[in-house]
């Protein structure tokens, strides 16, 4: 169970990026120059190896990546997430959505980071609390669970990367309309057995009136196809997984600006 104390108040930005920051993972290029970043949303199991090879794929074309782990600040493990979060017993997407807001507030602060040219990656659940922020105005405390909450953090995200995000019930999307209208890549999956293709297309109807630029990748595979060691319902398919890393570096350069490829190199926030 969670050994996180309740709050008596919400969390400012700065409160909870402070407690994030210590477990976020940055890859990218081994030097200070400002650069484009990405912040990558787990799902409901946590942080798994197959997105930090998604960072490395960023981090080798020259961007700035940042694994934002949800759990770890609040005392949960992977068990947890899988009895309470993935089941929908806690913390859903819209209580989440505060993280991705601090996080994108906190990152564009760093001297190595161009704070204007920022992309947002979710998968299932992490994709789930980026749509649920996409509907929320920020205009007044307490929105996202912040004490402070304010739509400046998101000025400089460019972009979304949306992989099988959560559409079921208590997806925002499904009832509300997007306030912002980044362009975002998102992938729908045949045979999810966690959001269904009419769940999907309810969210990014949403996400396509609010007049972004929207593409949809159909893809013939199942929840967490890029995630390898899966089982039972879920199957790892490599052929897809390199396509759809193939397709996330093509996003981060049209969105962000073409990066300068070179070595990248790992080190903690």
């Known amino acids: 169970m969670s050994r996180a104390l309740p709050s008596l108040r919400p969390d400012t930005l700065a409160d909870r990026w402070a407690k994030l920051e210590p477990h976020v993972e940055v890859m990218g290029p081994d030097d200070d120059l400002p650069r484009p970043a990405v912040l990558l949303f787990h799902g409901c199991g946590g942080v798994r190896e197959h997105m930090r090879r998604y960072a490395r794929t960023a981090a080798a074309a020259g961007f700035r990546a940042f694994v934002v782990d949800s759990y770890a600040p609040r005392g949960w493990t992977r068990a947890f997430g899988l009895a309470f979060v993935c089941s929908g017993l806690a913390f859903r997407g819209a209580e989440r959505s505060g993280d991705v807001l601090a996080a994108a507030w906190g990152v564009a602060q760093r001297a190595d980071v161009q704070g204007d040219r920022l992309c947002l ?32 953090p998101l000025e400089g995200v460019r972009s979304l990367f949306l992989v099988y995000p959560y559409g079921g019930i208590g997806a925002l999307s499904r009832i509300r309309p997007w306030v912002r209208n980044p362009r975002a890549l998102a992938v729908i999956c045949a045979r999810d057995h966690v959001t269904s293709q009419a769940d999907a297309e309810k969210l990014f109807g949403a996400a396509r009136r609010a007049g972004g630029a929207l593409e949809i990748w159909h893809v013939a595979g199942t929840h967490a196809f890029d995630e390898p060691g899966t089982g039972g319902v879920m199957r790892y398919d490599q052929a897809l997984a390199d396509e759809a890393h193939e397709r996330f570096r093509k996003l981060l350069v049209d969105s962000l600006g073409a990066g300068q490829s070179v070595a990248a190199a790992k080190r903690t926030a």
């Open 121 to 152: 990656a979710g998968w299932s659940h992490g994709g789930w609390a980026i749509m649920d922020l996409m509907t929320m105005p920020l205009a007044r405390p307490g929105e996202a669970g912040l004490a402070d909450a304010t739509p400046k």
